[in-house]
């Protein structure tokens, strides 16, 4: 199936980055893999609503190449250069809290999309639940930007995550109920969230038809 650079989103880039990308999606042994995965993860730091979409290319890429020739150029370098964002995670943090949820967004997205024989990446697990494990401590808590990224990344990985590591899971929700219940200085917002998000997973990560009203009728209103 041929996927438009429309559906990518990929519009927004100069043109000979357009152009690197789609040459990169169809012949990846033709460019630089390396430039390749660093426009991406720049570009996903950069922007939220690309940071969503990403995975989708890189996984095109990793297919791509591996059909090509069975490399995986593409994939080591892309997960390089998500090892280096994520040891320096912290000071990410401190100075930018979109940069910072655009780098969740995107390393979430990627453990959703890349595979290994149809199973999550290891590499990438442990990873994965420092960053969510980070978004449920009390002062991110007290940020509705955290707050709604965290329930985001769950609804979308968060049964797959269960699977790969259990305890893990319940290390954050423990942390996600001690903040719903605990922590003062709250938004609504935020508090609304969390017990969405604890419901959900409760229910085996299904919202009943009923939750699900409740909690969209009180978001959009």
């Given at each position: 199936m041929e996927n438009s650079a429309e559906?990518?989103?990929?519009?927004?880039?100069?043109?000979?980055?357009?152009?690197l990308l789609k040459t990169a999606l169809k012949d990846p042994s033709s460019v630089n893999l390396e430039k390749v995965s660093d426009i991406l993860v720049d570009q996903s730091l950069k922007d939220q609503v690309f940071s969503k979409e990403a995975g989708r290319?890189?996984?095109?890429?990793?297919?791509?190449?591996?059909?090509?020739?069975n490399g995986n150029v593409f994939?080591?370098?892309?997960?390089?250069?998500?090892?280096?964002?994520?040891?320096?995670?912290?000071?990410?943090r401190a100075h930018s809290l979109q940069e910072w949820v655009c780098l969740v967004t995107f390393i979430c997205n990627i453990f959703d999309y890349l595979k290994v024989n149809n199973m999550p990446m290891v590499?990438?697990?442990?990873?994965?639940?420092?960053?969510?494990?980070?978004?449920?401590?009390?002062?991110?808590?007290?940020?509705?930007?955290?707050?709604?990224?965290?329930?985001?990344?769950?609804?979308?990985?968060?049964?797959?995550?269960?699977k790969v590591n259990g305890p893990r899971m319940n290390e954050l929700f423990y942390l996600l109920r001690d903040g719903f219940l605990l922590q003062?200085?709250?938004?609504?917002?935020a508090r609304l969230l969390l017990l969405e998000i604890l419901e959900f997973r409760a229910g085996g990560w299904v919202l009943s038809g009923t939750a699900h009203k409740y909690y969209y009728s009180e978001i959009a209103d």
């Open positions: 559906e990518y989103r990929i519009q927004s880039l100069d043109m000979d980055t357009q152009m290319i890189c996984f095109t890429i990793v297919q791509a190449e591996a059909n090509q020739n994939r080591r370098s892309l997960l390089n250069r998500l090892q280096q964002e994520f040891k320096s995670r912290e000071e990410t590499a990438l697990v442990h990873p994965v639940y420092d960053c969510l494990i980070r978004l449920s401590q009390p002062d991110a808590l007290m940020n509705e930007e955290e707050v709604d990224c965290l329930v985001l990344q769950l609804h979308r990985i968060g049964e797959q995550l269960e003062e200085g709250l938004t609504s917002m």
